[in-house]
């Protein structure tokens, strides 16, 4: 099993930046990918950042330039750094971690953590 810890939402101005950090515990060997997704009210679940173990990293197209994720892999844990955020980045952000056991993979997510955009 592996626990996820997410921080560093809040309200914060459009233009203005945030980091979230997530933070991964317990059975943490073999993990392949660590993400961020979203969820807007009304809207399903979306990919926002991945990085994969080897360090490739994925963005969804409306936070290319504008969002960085990095992992620091001594800490398990995974960070988005987002910038020039709109009030279209308004959700609900959640962590993902997929670990690879035995040839079964494993899903695990945060507990999420809100950010609002709004002046």
């Known amino acids: 099993q592996v626990q996820l810890v997410e921080s560093g939402g809040g309200l914060v101005q459009p233009g203005g930046s945030l980091r979230l950090s997530c933070a991964a515990s317990?059975?943490?060997?073999?993990?392949?990918?660590m993400a961020w997704y979203r969820q807007a009210p009304g809207k399903q679940r979306e990919l926002v950042a991945k990085i994969s173990s080897s360090g490739t990293t994925t963005y969804a197209d409306s936070v290319k330039g504008r969002f960085t994720i990095s992992r620091d892999n001594a800490a398990n844990t995974v960070y988005v750094q987002m910038s020039n955020l709109k009030p279209e980045d308004t959700a609900v952000y959640y962590c993902?971690?997929?670990?690879?056991?035995?040839?079964?993979?494993?899903?695990?997510w945060g507990q999420g953590t809100q950010v609002t955009v709004s002046s």
């Open positions: 317990g059975s943490i060997r073999s993990i392949i990918a």
């Open positions: 993902n971690v997929v670990q690879m056991l035995r040839w079964q993979e494993y899903v695990y």
